[in-house]
Each structure stands twice: as structure tokens, then as C-alpha cells.
């Protein structure tokens, strides 16, 4: 059975920084596409950062771009999304997913496996 389960810390001041974590069960994050999304409320899940299967290439939304970066650990079978410059706008519940064949990273139905997500907020 594949589970993928987030964690990290969840408030953080504007500015400041915080890494999330999703360890994997159940499937080789290294025989899978992984991204991360978010979802604040009232709006659609939108696509942050993404990590290619085949040769480790990263995506970054525009968002984020410069601000996060994707990394994995195969030996803990774990990926992380370290988030700096941290603003309020970052605010929402942040999902890792895994696809064994995503064509376009940014769309969440590209993936087969999704984590129950983590909140994040932003706020002073």
C-alpha cells in the first residue's frame, strides 16, 4: 500500500523559513515524478515545485522561483521542499504527490499517489 505522509512545521513569521518533508511507503520516490502543490482556501490547487523521475531535472513555479527548492533523499525514501523568504501569500495546505508517468508536471490529475497534505501559514 503507497502513502506518502508530510510533515513539518506549520507557522512561520513572513520572511522566515521552513522545510517540508514527505517520506513515501510503498513506492521508490526514485521510480517516481514528485511534485508539490498547495491549496488556499477558495482557490484551485495550484502546482509549486516539481522533481523529473528520469534525471532528477526541478521545476519551480513562478511563485517560488528562487525561493524553494525540491530535494530528495533516497536512502530515507523521503522529499523535501525547503521554503525561505516565507510571505503571507504562501499561506495553504501543502500536498506531495507522485506520478510514475506525468507528461505536465503542474497538473495534479498527472499524478497516482497523493499525501493527506500539511497547512502551512504565513502570518506575524
Known amino acids: 500500500q503507497v502513502q506518502l505522509v508530510e510533515s513539518g512545521e506549520g507557522l512561520v513569521q513572513p520572511g522566515g523559513s521552513l522545510r517540508l518533508s514527505c517520506a513515501a511507503s510503498?513506492?521508490?520516490?526514485?521510480?517516481?515524478?514528485i511534485g508539490w502543490f498547495r491549496q488556499a482556501p477558495g482557490k484551485a490547487r495550484e502546482g509549486v515545485s516539481f522533481l523529473d523521475r528520469a534525471v532528477g531535472r526541478t521545476y519551480y513555479a513562478d511563485a517560488v522561483k528562487g525561493r524553494f527548492t525540491i530535494s530528495k533523499n533516497n536512502a530515507e525514501n523521503t522529499v523535501h521542499l525547503q521554503m525561505n523568504s516565507l510571505k503571507p501569500e504562501d499561506t495553504a495546505i501543502y500536498y506531495c504527490?507522485?506520478?510514475?508517468?506525468?507528461?505536465?508536471?503542474?497538473?495534479?490529475?498527472?499524478?497516482?499517489?497523493w499525501g493527506q497534505g500539511k497547512q502551512v501559514t504565513v502570518s506575524s
Open positions: 504527490a507522485a506520478g510514475r508517468r506525468v507528461r505536465d508536471y503542474s497538473v495534479p490529475a498527472e499524478y497516482d499517489y
Open positions: 510503498g513506492l521508490n520516490v526514485d521510480s517516481y515524478a
